[in-house]
């Protein structure tokens, strides 16, 4: 014991204290240090303070991890003769090269996140995953004993690139509806521009797409109504068809409430919080009889749109901006009275 250094010679109490301030790569040093030390982290599972998570980059097998205290760690796996090669790159530029032998890139990659998992204990602000790793989380939660409590992770902001829409389906439980506030849905670098889109109501009924504020939806994926979306803050996404009814529907919801699926909402333009709804849309939107159902509209040459202004009921510091582009984009907008072009009519 006189033999161990200062650190292992201090109370289990103050040691965990001084773990408490280490990120996950200060953790995954201190590991390789000594066996006690070791079975000393894997059994108190310190904190790893990580605010972001990537997994998978395209193509490769890859973890990345930023904490809150400005580190970074990325680690690559790469398929070699006989086995695997893991590369390490820290924030400062440091790296190390090892060679697994016996051992395929995607298992050494599970067994590596593994690791960061038991440590995983403060919500995650971001969490990005690649279709390379969707299997592989996949195969992480169902390998988890049924008393961890790691799953569903807590994330703020998800991104999922290149799943297809039944991996989308089974990603989406492991993570916490009640945390999950951005959800962000994009293709793959290769991926086709026509996809299978989104036309499952499992996606749309489920508590991520419901509880979500803020989503952003790939070209490739589509919604197929727009009262899918009118309990958001912010969408950006397409849709096949708009019909005049619609863009009337989204103007018109900014005075009352409905009853949409299971639950009631109150709609996202008449919300305080609602920012703007931006929809690409497969049709030419100015065929549409609009300026017959909202009136005269001015043309904005910057943006080559049409756009129309409506007073907010009980505001009178915002308006609601509608813009139909010649591009086919409907977008809305809650803006400052102060942006409003000068000259340009409020429609009451």
């Known amino acids: 014991m006189a033999d161990d250094p200062p650190l292992l010679r201090l109370p289990e109490i103050t040691m965990n204290h001084i773990l408490y301030f280490c990120d996950y790569s200060e953790i995954a040093r201190l590991r390789k240090v000594c066996h006690t030390l070791r079975n000393h982290i894997d059994l108190f599972k310190p904190d790893a303070h990580v605010e972001e998570v ?15 205290q400005d580190s970074r760690i990325c680690i690559d796996y790469e398929e070699t003769e006989g086995g695997c090669t893991v590369k390490c790159d820290t924030f400062m530029g440091r790296h190390s090269l090892k060679t697994i032998s016996g051992m395929n890139p995607m298992d050494v990659l599970i067994q590596d996140f593994k690791i960061y998992m038991r440590h995983l204990k403060t919500p995650l602000k971001q969490f990005q995953l690649s279709e390379i790793c969707c299997d592989a989380l996949l ?4 390998e988890q004993p049924p008393e961890s409590q790691i799953f569903p992770l807590k994330v703020n902001k998800l991104e999922l690139y290149g799943l297809s ?12 509806a009640n945390h999950l506030k951005d959800l962000r849905i994009g293709t793959g670098i290769n991926a086709a521009t026509d996809g299978d889109g989104l036309n499952d109501d499992a996606l749309f009924e489920s508590e991520q797409w419901r509880n979500a504020e803020r989503i952003c939806l790939s070209h490739k994926f589509k919604i197929s109504n727009v009262r899918q979306i ?5 969408f950006e996404g397409s849709m096949s068809r708009m019909t005049a009814a619609d863009a009337v529907f989204l103007k018109n919801v900014s005075f009352q409430t409905l009853h949409y699926r299971f639950a009631t909402f109150q709609t996202f333009i008449s919300s305080p919080v609602f920012k703007q709804c931006c929809i690409k849309v497969d049709v030419d939107l100015n065929s549409l009889p609009l300026k017959d159902i909202f ?13 129309w202004y409506f007073h907010i009921p009980d505001d009178t510091n915002s308006a609601l901006r509608v813009n139909v582009s010649l591009n086919s984009n409907f977008e809305i907008a809650r803006i400052n009275r102060r942006y409003v072009v000068p000259g340009e009519m409020i429609i009451y």
Do not use: M, V, W
């Not at 990537?54 to 809150?68: M, T, W």
């Not at 009136?295 to 756009?307: A, L, V, W």
């Open 165 to 176: 829409p039944d991996q989308i389906l089974a990603t989406l439980p492991l993570f916490d």
């Open 230 to 234: 009118t309990h958001l803050k912010e």
């Open 139 to 142: 195969q992480i939660r169902k």
């Open 295 to 307: 009136g005269p509209s001015s043309f904005d040459r910057y943006t080559k749109s049409n756009r």
């Open 54 to 68: 990537l997994l998978g980059n395209g193509k490769n097998a890859e973890i990345c991890f930023d904490s809150d």
